[in-house]
């Protein structure tokens, strides 16, 4: 790489010598940014020097003052989101250029890690991972792909794991103008791949400002080296984990038990088994009973803490059972909280504690942290999908309509996605239509909720036959129906008392339905029964 030639403050004219250093720069580097704005300040002095170096930290527009470098100069522009204080990044999907060409979750893991890594400056707005994987082996140019994130720079690159070492190849592009920026390439011993992952993060990051803030937690996984066939399976059952289907829960749990079999020491390992476990568990997939469902996602979640407390995911981990199994509310908010303050990219936490504030009838704190979902995760369908249950909790039915409706467009073949979509229609009286939506899909993908809801729908448009044989159905399968699901169903079908019977073992079994008693429309008919106020008692709701 060439040295960099640097003016002095003593020049004559310093908007010459500066003009002069950015010609000499883009000859030598072959790549450069013009600066939208001009220059403002003329050096005078040492005195003067330190005070445009102090605040040009403070505006997140140029290096340090008090980290001098020979690195290449800062590369951002005069953008909205620089004068904002945060420069926006999309990391799009590495490609995997491995022998093996079943390796696109190693590349998709490599992705995902340097998202996780940039997020952690502070100063830097991040593009989640679910949304830059919609680009995925697409050709659309940067400037459009940077056009419909919304971000100044984007990073592209390669991914080659073969014999024990891996090869990252990484650049750093102006979404405006295509203008390739910088690139490296960094080739490790696999066992070093942690740390590889924060070397290539934090050389980017100071090759995007460096006045940008490096992150202030080191966490133990950075530092340590891995067995390459851990860090393998663990790659393979996150991948599996972040398809949200039931086949793919299925898949993430041998992997990842089988990963602390071989390493009872790596944390991203159990955060990912919390996260799995208590998935497995809500009723729209309908794996495992919430009570065994709790139980193996609160050991997970706290062995990941224990080796980890400065994880990310395994804050959001723990945040999850809070929410969903413990009701522990005020534990919830601290956990998203912190998970948040560690990775404020991380779209999972977000996700998770947007729907937290829209359950707790913090309505307006939760459309505030919706809308920086959005900005952050634009093109997911869970991120929608959650975008519309605010909506809907919100009884704003229309927009929770359109929410998921888009939702639906990003993933088409979601069962969850449809499930949801059903509350809001069944809200405007469209019943047709949720009998249309749910009856098309497979009846080996149906879970209980789904059934509950098709019945809820066929007995408000007035077939009864229809809706009794599909509580027949439920009630007599071995093993029942889960209680939580069942709800619905009774509540639809006008049956009180068996509505809170269902309710009263969905409590005791811990259903993940009892966190939204307190805002969800469908509970409404129940609401002026002096039973409703003693179930929200029992889950620490009233």
């Known amino acids: 790489m060439s040295e960099e030639t640097n003016t002095t403050p003593q020049e004559a004219d310093p908007e010459k010598a500066s003009k002069k250093k950015r ?46 470098t020979n690195d290449a100069p800062s590369v951002i522009r005069d953008t909205a989101s620089q004068k904002s204080g945060h420069i926006s990044v999309a990391v799009l999907p590495l490609d995997n250029f491995s022998p093996d060409p079943n390796k696109e979750y190693f590349a998709d893991g490599m992705t995902e890690a340097l998202i996780a ?56 592009i102006d979404g405006k103008t295509d203008e390739h920026l910088w ?6 011993p696999l066992r070093n791949i942690l740390t590889l992952q924060s070397e290539i993060a934090t050389t980017i990051a100071k090759k995007i400002n460096t006045a940008l803030i490096p992150p202030t937690n080191t966490t133990q996984t950075e530092q340590k080296t891995v067995d390459p066939k851990v860090y393998d399976l663990y790659l393979k059952g996150r991948h599996a984990w972040s398809m949200r289907t039931r086949k793919g829960l299925e898949q993430a749990v041998p ?47 706290q062995r990941a803490l224990q080796l980890d407390d400065n994880s990310s995911e395994a804050h959001t981990a723990l ?38 504030l829209a359950e707790q009838g913090r309505d307006s704190e939760a459309q505030t942290e919706a809308n920086r979902l959005l900005e952050l995760d634009p093109l997911s369908s869970t991120t929608h999908r959650i975008v519309g249950s605010i909506h809907y909790y919100g009884r704003r039915y229309d927009l929770s309509e359109q929410s998921l409706r888009r939702a639906v467009e990003l993933e088409p073949n979601s069962v969850a996605t449809q499930i949801v ?35 809820y729908a066929y007995a408000q448009r007035g077939n009864r036959r229809r809706a009794d044989e599909l509580r027949r159905q439920l009630e007599n399968r071995r093993p029942p129906a889960a209680p939580g699901s069942l709800v619905r169903l009774y509540i639809g079908l006008g049956d009180t008392n068996a ?27 129940l609401r002026r029964d002096r039973r409703f106020g003693e179930a929200l008692r029992k889950a620490n709701l009233s």
């Not at 450069?32 to 527009?61: H, M």
């Not at 809500?282 to 050991?299: C, H, R, Y």
């Not at 509310?329 to 998770?352: D, H, I, V």
């Open 183 to 188: 690139s490296e390439t960094f080739d490790r």
């Open 499 to 525: 509505a809170f019977n269902a309710l009263d073992a969905a409590i005791r079994d811990r259903s993940d339905v009892v966190s939204v008693l307190k805002v969800s429309p469908l509970f409404d008919d």
């Open 23 to 68: 010609k000499k720069q883009q000859k030598a580097r072959g790549v450069w940014i013009s600066f939208g704005g001009r220059i403002v300040a003329q050096v005078v002095g040492a005195a003067a020097t330190i005070f445009l170096g102090i605040l040009l930290v403070q505006k997140g527009y140029g290096p340090s003052a008090d980290k001098p």
């Open 255 to 301: 992997e990842l038990e089988a990963v602390v079999k071989l390493d009872p020491n790596f944390a991203p390992a159990y955060a990912a088994l919390g996260d799995t476990y208590s998935h497995m568990g809500f009723s729209a997939f309908g794996m495992l009973s919430p009570n065994d469902a709790f139980t193996k996602a609160t050991a997970s979640a």
């Open 117 to 172: 890594g940039l997020a952690q400056f502070d100063g830097l707005r991040v593009i989640s991972r679910t949304s830059v994987m919609q680009f995925k082996r697409q050709s659309k140019s940067i400037p459009e792909i940077a056009q419909q994130l919304a971000v100044d720079m984007v990073v592209e690159g390669s991914v080659i794991e073969a014999d024990d070492r891996v090869r990252v190849t990484a650049q750093l």
């Open 421 to 455: 979509l059903s509350r809001p229609l069944i809200s405007l009286g469209k019943f047709a239509e949720v009998i249309d939506i749910l009856e098309r899909v497979p009846q080996n993908d149906r879970p209980d909720e789904l059934i509950c809801m098709l019945g």
């Open 319 to 356: 945040g999850l059972i809070q929410m969903r199994y413990a009701w522990d509310w005020p534990g919830a908010n601290r956990s998203f909280t912190r998970a948040l303050q560690l990775n404020p990219s991380y779209e999972t936490a977000r996700q998770w504690y947007a729907l937290y």
